[in-house]
């Protein structure tokens, strides 16, 4: 029994690891990994009849995974009061991660080495497809005479399949993971190899062209270097970083890609469009198509909460299952459709109150609070910050409306509430 203990304990390491390698892949490939975590994992609860406990440090990191389990239960609540259930039930298994992420995670007996190493296989896997996707969109500028860039760059003519958003994300997270170990006293040589594994990532954010996660990557990983070398008084690197920084951001800025990409930020092409359905008048197909990334954000926030309140659906919201038809029905009464057929709301935290009213907006804002409190009562600053960032990437973005956000920021944050960076081993902390 204690080989077979043995082995299906390998099972799960390596399905840990299937899981962390396999983000910017198609489902179809990241779905065995998650299908063989589930299956390793009962198993053991099965044949050697072990109780389901949660095995973290601290309440407020306790509370993080009843919240994650709030979230689910909330979902299958919505079932009560949604007309189209059938669809209910396909969103319902949409967020099944919040379920078996939190039960299994906090379950296993992860060590802080264990965690360090997913980290780094993470941040292998990413870098290792950020090359892939340079030198693809490389290619396409000596055959075609274009750089490949944003959607084309991770999804259209690209070898992966995923959304620019999103490969976005796990960029940030990656060159955070490679920022923290290089502040963890390894070697020089190590030092070199995170330095060298760090332009490609920094380069596949700039063709990926997400404005908002290229601006909350560079201030919060400025705002991380700062705080350790003021911490540790080493004026002279912070000055040489600070010049660095400031110079790789001129560069950076003038590429037509990115320029562009910025000028958007203050860019508020069709606003009054925006005014136009505010006052429920139908647009004409060039109104239309003048919305731009700011105004249509607008657009979908005002249209989301104004459907709430004229359904009276303040305190339990329109439901999953029926909330993207009622959007639909109003689209189309705008002439909105099918240009914005079945979007989301493009911001998380309006998107927990079109479905789930006041309590699943209050259920969401307690979890991000009880994350920001177990990663200061525990001193990880990685996983501070990796919340505040997707703190501020859900003001643009539905990140919880796909699989791989659910999958993405449920799974690495259970990872990081077992993890307490500020007590350091040397030896967990190395980067070989």
């Not at 050697?48 to 979902?75: D, M, P, T, Y």
């Not at 997400?210 to 080493?234: Q, W």
């Not at 950076?252 to 008048?281: C, H, Q, W």
Request: glycine share 4%.
């Amino acid at each position: 029994m204690d080989k077979l203990k043995l082995y299906i304990d390998k099972s799960i390491q390596l399905a840990l690891f299937l899981v962390s390698v396999t983000f910017p892949l198609s489902f179809k490939i990241s779905n065995i990994a998650i299908g063989l975590l589930v299956i390793t994992w009962v198993l053991r609860k099965l044949l050697f009849r072990e109780k389901i406990s949660f095995k973290l440090n601290g309440q407020f990191s306790k509370a993080c995974v009843i919240a994650f389990l709030g979230l689910f239960l909330l979902q299958v609540f919505s079932l009560l009061y949604t007309d189209n259930l059938n669809l209910g039930l396909k969103f319902l298994e949409y967020k099944l991660s919040f379920l078996i992420l939190p039960l299994i995670i906090s379950d296993l007996e992860i060590t802080k080495v264990q965690v360090i190493n997913q980290l780094k296989y993470f941040a292998y896997s990413i870098t290792f497809f950020s090359i892939l996707l340079l030198a693809n969109s490389g290619v396409n500028y000596i055959t075609k005479g274009e750089l490949l860039t944003y959607h084309s760059f991770t999804e259209t003519d690209s070898l992966l399949d995923v959304h620019a958003v999103f490969y976005s994300y796990f960029i940030f997270f990656s060159i955070l993971i490679l920022t923290y170990f290089y502040r963890n006293g390894l070697g020089i040589k190590n030092k070199y190899i995170i330095a060298l594994m760090s332009l490609p990532l920094v380069a596949s954010l700039v063709f990926a062209a997400s404005k908002n996660v290229m601006v909350i990557t560079f201030v919060t990983i400025v705002l991380y270097l700062f705080f350790i070398l003021i911490k540790e008084i080493r004026w002279k690197q912070l000055v040489l970083v600070g010049v660095g920084l400031i110079l790789a951001l001129f560069m950076v800025a003038k590429l037509p890609m990115v320029k562009n990409r910025i000028v958007e930020l203050t860019d508020f092409s069709g606003i009054e469009n925006y005014e136009k359905i505010k006052n429920r008048e139908k647009l004409t197909a060039p109104e239309r198509e003048a919305l731009n990334g700011t105004s249509l954000r607008l657009a979908f926030w005002y249209i989301g909460i104004t459907e709430v309140f004229n359904h009276n659906r303040i305190l339990l919201g329109l439901s999953p299952g029926d909330s993207k038809a009622l959007l639909n029905f109003r689209y189309d009464e705008l002439n909105l459709l099918p240009f914005l057929e079945n979007y989301n709301m493009h911001n998380q935290f309006v998107q927990m109150f079109v479905e789930f009213g006041v309590v699943g907006l209050i259920l969401y804002l307690c979890l991000i609070t009880l994350l920001i409190l177990a990663s200061i009562k525990n001193r990880n600053l990685l996983m501070l910050i990796f919340v505040v960032g997707f703190l501020f990437f859900q003001l643009s973005e539905s990140l919880l409306e796909r699989n791989k956000g659910i999958l993405f920021f449920v799974f690495f944050l259970l990872l990081l509430l077992k993890l307490n960076i500020e007590k350091r081993n040397e030896n967990s902390n190395n980067w070989n």
